[in-house]
């Protein structure tokens, strides 16, 4: 994959992820139980671009909330991919790194390729 390529798939990805229009298909009370369950250090980012979960303790709500936003990525990331000419995994990569680098706050967790949960 070209630069021009990874910039680009990067550029889209992280404007749909931060646009206050549903760009990425969740609800407010997802994203509230996501960002709740991320400060808690139950659900983390992983190197796919999809949320994982770095404890088997969320409770139904959080899944139900997990789901709905991995449903929401899935679709962005095989737009961004189309529009870029790259694969959906390589847009959700991009995005991955993206999101460790600009937005996971501090005591976050992510889980990059081949690795184990990392707090930021």
Do not use: C
């Amino acid at each position: 994959m070209h630069t021009r390529n990874i910039l680009g798939v990067s550029a889209a990805v992280m404007a749909a992820l931060v646009l206050p229009v549903a760009a990425v298909a969740q609800s407010a009370s997802a994203k509230a139980a996501v960002d709740s369950a991320k400060a808690a250090g139950v659900v983390g980012e992983q190197a796919d671009g999809f949320l994982g979960f770095v404890t088997g303790a969320a409770d139904p709500a959080v899944r139900s909330a997990v789901a709905e936003i991995n449903a929401g990525r899935a679709q962005l990331y095989r737009e961004a991919a189309a529009k870029n000419g790259v694969t959906a995994e390589a847009a959700g990569a991009s995005a991955f790194k993206q999101v460790v680098e600009s937005r996971l706050r501090p005591g976050e967790y992510y889980k990059p390729a081949g690795g184990g949960w990392t707090r930021k």
